[in-house]
């Protein structure tokens, strides 16, 4: 319990700069939902993009940032005196503390930006607001998905330095946009290598059932976890 206590201290400027994210973004957000308002909008609504923003920066930044400080979080606790292993099972569980406390945020700002809009647009639409998607199961599985991504680019990190992270990390933020772009470009009917993308990627989703790609995917997230515990356990430690 006192390694937990002394853990959770150790990462606090994590959570800190997570909040300050967070509420960058929001202020961002809030702030061009305004300007689009102004001058852009020709219809009585408006989104909720600040929240939005917010939970994206509490979701995929804590896990971007938390697995690029893996390795200073990973050396310090074996520094200390502490099993590889134990390791492996309470960074995690502090990760998942980190993620909730985010979505718990994105969803205080939400009300707050709802609130705000209340005031300056009565009697407008809601047009966009991911919260009203929510459902309580979410929370669980985003908290989840921090903790995977998080475990998995720390150990890539530690096996094989920052530039091994930058490599997987530039895919993960532009992979998705890579692939909804060139589903388009498919449904479209352009001829681009960004359609030709497209005409691969559902090729292979064409090739199994959905429960079949569902169990593939489960699979290869147990071999990547299991291979960076592998890499924890058998990382050194550099002071």
């Known amino acids: 319990m006192k390694f937990f206590v002394r853990h959770l201290r150790a990462t606090r400027s994590g959570i800190l700069m997570m909040l ?33 923003m917010a939970l994206l920066g ?6 971007i940032a938390g697995g690029y400080g893996a390795s200073v979080r990973y050396r310090m606790a074996v520094s200390m005196g502490r099993t590889r292993t134990s390791y492996i099972l309470l960074d995690p569980v502090v990760t998942a503390l980190h993620s909730l406390l985010g979505i718990g945020a994105a969803w205080a700002l939400n009300r707050l930006e709802l609130w705000l809009y209340g005031l300056l647009y009565p009697g407008w639409e809601l047009s966009l607001d991911v919260f009203s998607y929510f459902e309580w199961y979410y929370v669980p599985i985003l908290a989840s998905a921090v903790c995977v991504i998080s475990f998995c680019l720390g150990a890539l990190q530690l096996r094989f330095g920052p ?3 930058a490599a997987v990390w530039f895919p993960l933020c532009f992979g998705p946009m890579i692939v909804s772009n060139s589903i388009a470009a498919v449904k479209n009917g352009s001829g681009s290598l960004l359609a030709q993308i ?12 959905p429960g079949a790609w569902r169990a593939v995917g489960a699979v290869v997230l147990l071999a990547l976890v299991a291979l960076s515990a592998v890499c924890y356990r058998r990382a050194e430690v550099r002071m």
């Open 163 to 165: 530039k091994g992270f």
């Open 20 to 52: 300050a994210i967070q509420g960058s973004v929001f202020l961002f957000g809030v702030l061009m939902v305004l300007g689009i308002n102004a001058f852009l909008n020709e219809d009585r609504d408006y989104a909720a993009i600040g929240s939005m």
């Open 58 to 63: 509490g979701v995929l930044g804590g896990g």
């Open 198 to 209: 497209g005409r691969g990627l559902l090729f292979l989703a064409e090739l199994l059932r």
